[in-house]
């Protein structure tokens, strides 16, 4: 009831002037990306397989960000020292939380990169190539390394790139904004549609994948959204100069998702393109 009380308290304040720019500003982008051709593109389980081999890294990519922030805005070392405002740290540690140790379709503890992972090898989606990314990364600290030697594709290299470049600017308020703008709520309803169809005819090969999108919803929902705009505002306070970097940012990281989603059309394409002439051949 309380978190209730206070979505309601949030969705009715007056709003702020430049959430609301950017909210305009951004609209084109967001619209471009609820609406983008990937997803009609996406026919059965194979299309879907390719769509995940990118969408992962948006996936993990999220987690970095969203501990660049527990580490900004929250006490992480010891000893430990009131930090910021506990309405942050309230938000912060709670999505930390769901999406660090979250509970799986069997009610088993995992990180909702870690359920992402077990969805793509249920439906037979090829997880070598995030898998090597990581492991390079995890033993060299080298990006650039770890994008060759996985072979990832330069759209999901653009896209984490941009990520740690937000990151690596240790400016906490351009890090609210692209979390707040930039990654919530982008899973059009269409979509759903989709792999609630394809779960029909492959209920054994999707249904952790269909339990992550229902999970992801479920949690990043109204209460999560009101308190990351509050976040921001806090954040950006009346420093004309930090909301239009706030509101560049936005759209350079709303850009980057719609690269990657065209990234994953283009290979959606291909295969179909391939699978018809091969028909034809045959």
């Known amino acids: 009831m309380m978190a209730n009380i206070e979505d309601f308290k949030l969705l009715h304040q007056p709003m702020n002037q430049h959430i609301e720019k950017i909210r305009k500003s ?53 000893p430990w020292f009131p930090k910021g405002s506990a309405d942050t740290r309230q938000l912060i540690n709670e999505i930390v ?65 941009f990520t740690f470049k937000i990151i690596g600017s240790n400016k906490d308020y351009l890090q609210s904004a692209i979390f707040t703008f930039g990654r919530e709520d982008l899973i059009p309803g269409m979509f759903i549609s989709i792999v609630n169809d394809i779960h029909k005819n492959f209920p054994d090969s999707i249904s952790i994948f269909k339990y992550y999108l229902e999970r992801h919803i479920e949690v990043d929902g109204d209460h999560h959204s009101h308190l990351a705009i509050q976040m921001t505002s806090n954040l950006c306070g ?25 990234g994953a059309y283009k290979q959606i394409m291909n295969r179909t393109t391939a699978h018809k002439t091969m028909s034809l051949v045959s």
């Open 97 to 161: 939380v769901g999406e660090e140790s979250d509970v799986d379709i069997d009610g088993i503890r995992k990180s909702h990169f870690e359920l992402y992972l077990n969805a793509m090898k249920q439906c037979g989606a090829d997880t070598s190539q995030i898998k090597n990314f990581i492991t390079v990364l995890k033993n060299t600290g080298d990006f650039d390394s770890a994008f060759t030697s996985s072979g990832t594709p330069k759209e999901a290299s653009d896209f984490v790139d």
């Open 26 to 78: 951004i609209d084109p982008f967001r619209q471009e990306i609820m609406n983008h051709k990937v997803y009609s593109a996406i026919q059965d389980i194979d299309d879907l397989r390719l769509f995940m081999q990118y969408h992962v890294y948006a996936v993990w990519d999220f987690m970095s960000l969203l501990k660049t922030l527990q580490n900004n805005l929250t006490c992480t070392v010891v």
């Open 238 to 262: 009346e420093d004309a100069q930090f909301w239009k970097e706030a509101e560049q940012a936005t759209i350079e990281s709303l850009k980057r998702r719609i690269e990657l989603w065209n």
